[in-house]
């Protein structure tokens, strides 16, 4: 991860301190953590899990839909999936504070 600063001729106005008035709405996932063990997860014929930072996305192959698990704070470091109980486990790099690693079991269903 690298520092960000701000431009040196920068000077923030009182508007640029509000909250925006907008929500962002997640639509669609591109990309994936390739590095985390098994990072790709078959669940039945027509859907597949795989990890995108602190997502675990699950998509549908047959049409293009897909439902995100949001249950972690840190990057998900791993992810497996039983296919007779319909259950995924995820879990995560130790966060930050006095919390500590940790993984989520969840059903990955439409």
């Given amino acids: 991860r690298v520092m960000v600063f701000s431009p040196s001729d920068y000077t923030p106005d ?3 301190a509000k909250m ?5 709405v997640r639509k669609h996932v591109y990309g994936m953590n390739s590095s985390v063990p098994g990072s790709v997860c078959l669940a039945g014929s027509s859907r597949c899990i795989y990890v995108a930072a602190k997502l675990c996305v699950i ?3 047959e049409k293009p ?11 998900v470091t791993c992810i497996n999936y039983c ?7 995820s879990g995560q790099s130790d966060p930050k504070g ?3 690693p940790y993984a989520c079991i969840w059903c990955p269903s439409f």
């Fill in 83 to 89: 296919e007779s109980c319909d259950l995924a486990i």
């Fill in 20 to 24: 925006p008035s907008v929500d962002l």
């Fill in 14 to 16: 009182a508007q640029a």
């Fill in 65 to 75: 839909n897909q439902m995100f698990f949001e249950g972690h704070n840190a990057d």
């Fill in 59 to 61: 998509e549908d192959l």
């Fill in 98 to 100: 006095p919390s500590a």
